[in-house]
């Protein structure tokens, strides 16, 4: 199969589960979903004409919870399906719009993958690269995330075509002023992985890839112990509005009875990695979760950590490789130093654009068929449950 078809192959099969995806996901379990819907149809008919009325929408959504019963701690869940079903202008906007905003991302996929421009591809990332990103539309929690009837859809789209253009700095560079234009946590994610993958690449040139590693986990060490320090101090300067010192002072721990230092001792810092683990594999607002899926990922996980310790020169053996690698390192170091710094934000609507970097990383060990498949049935048990849920 060559590279356009295996690109048909995945539109198909995401055009598939999406559409599947809006009947099976819960209508209106989404984080923050009265608030973010409002943003979302103000942005739609300022620049169209989206035929919702804001006040409209939000009424209907919090009239309608789809009688979800379940927990955090539940194996289960209960979904009333003849209270859950989106109605169809609803259905139709939030599914014409992603489709619209995600047609930017495909056409340059395409472009990339004819043969003519595979030149072009190598200049601006890699062909397992651009497989990746292909791949992670096919993800179950990225389908959840993208049809989040919310504007961020469209900053996790722009977040994950970074990684179609991220050997070109320049484009790289507008990218992320656009993003700082519409979402400033997404731009924070993402600025701060890049700056990472650019440092260690060049920190490469001058170190072995050991002594960059132990510099990265000493950093870490260093932020766990002096965090507070730090937050105090720029509580103490106060350098910025009321909003963000009330933030700071959460996370510097000073006020007992701040949300933010309430929220972090409630929850210790082991809850919320095992929780955000849980959210990128899949975790609606509401709690409806999968343990079989968490199991086959972490199954896959597994099988990916012994194949890199059983073939550690493997890196080495090409320049894609080893950026493969940096990329690796630097998602890991990224969401280290926001479990430490703002371990309130670190979800797996935060994380998602992450994934091309570990099925970029996996694309070492497995070809992108087999990735493929890994995802079909991902999907297939995810959506059966879903399914079951219902009945």
């Not at 399906?81 to 599914?95: A, D, E, G, L, T």
């Not at 292909?134 to 504007?151: A, H, R």
């Not at 199991?295 to 310790?309: A, R, T």
């Not at 371990?343 to 091309?356: E, M, R």
Request: glycine share 2%; hydrophobic share 55%.
């Amino acid at each position: 199969m060559n590279r356009v078809n295996f690109y048909f192959y995945n539109i198909i099969f995401f055009l598939f589960f999406f559409i599947l995806s809006r009947f099976l996901f819960p209508y209106s379990d989404e984080p923050d979903l009265t608030l973010k819907s409002i943003f979302y149809l103000e942005f739609l008919n300022h620049y169209f004409d989206s035929y919702l009325h804001p006040e409209l929408f939000v009424t209907y959504n919090i009239s309608n919870n789809c009688g979800i019963q379940s927990s955090t701690l539940s194996l289960w869940a209960s979904v009333n399906q003849m209270f859950c079903n989106p109605p169809f202008k609803i259905f139709m906007v939030n599914f014409i719009t992603t489709i619209l905003f995600s047609l930017p991302t495909f056409l340059l996929i395409y472009i990339l993958f004819i043969d003519e421009n595979i030149s072009i591809l190598k200049k601006l990332s890699s062909e397992n690269l651009s497989n990746s990103v292909l791949l992670t539309f096919l993800y179950g929690s990225f389908i959840y995330f993208l049809g989040l009837f919310s504007p961020e859809k469209i900053s996790l789209i722009l977040s994950i075509s970074f990684f179609l253009i991220i050997n070109n700095f320049y484009l790289c560079s507008i990218l992320l002023l656009l993003l700082f234009q519409l979402d400033i946590g997404s731009f924070l994610f993402l600025f701060s992985f890049y700056f990472i993958y650019l440092s260690v690449t060049f920190l490469n040139n001058y170190f072995n890839l050991k002594k960059i590693i132990f510099l990265i986990i000493f950093s870490i060490v260093f932020l766990l112990i002096f965090k507070n320090y730090f937050f105090l101090y720029i509580f103490e300067a106060n350098i910025f509005s009321f909003k963000y010192n009330f933030i700071i002072e959460g996370m510097a721990g000073v006020n007992k009875d701040n949300d933010f230092t309430i929220a972090m001792e409630k929850y210790p810092l082991i809850l919320r990695v095992i929780h955000s683990t849980m959210s990128f594999i899949f975790l609606s607002a509401q709690e409806i979760k999968v343990p079989l899926l968490y199991l086959l990922n972490f199954y896959v996980f597994i099988l990916i950590l012994y194949k890199s310790f059983l073939r550690q020169d493997l890196i080495n053996l090409s320049i894609e490789n080893t950026k493969s690698f940096y990329m690796l390192i630097s998602a890991m170091t990224v969401i280290s130093y926001f479990f430490i710094l703002f371990p309130l934000n670190t979800n797996g609507k935060n994380l998602i654009f992450l994934l091309p970097v570990f099925i970029n990383f996996a694309m070492i060990y497995y070809d992108k068929y087999k990735i493929f498949y890994f995802m079909l049935i991902n999907n297939l048990i995810l959506f059966y449950f879903l399914t079951l849920y219902r009945i």
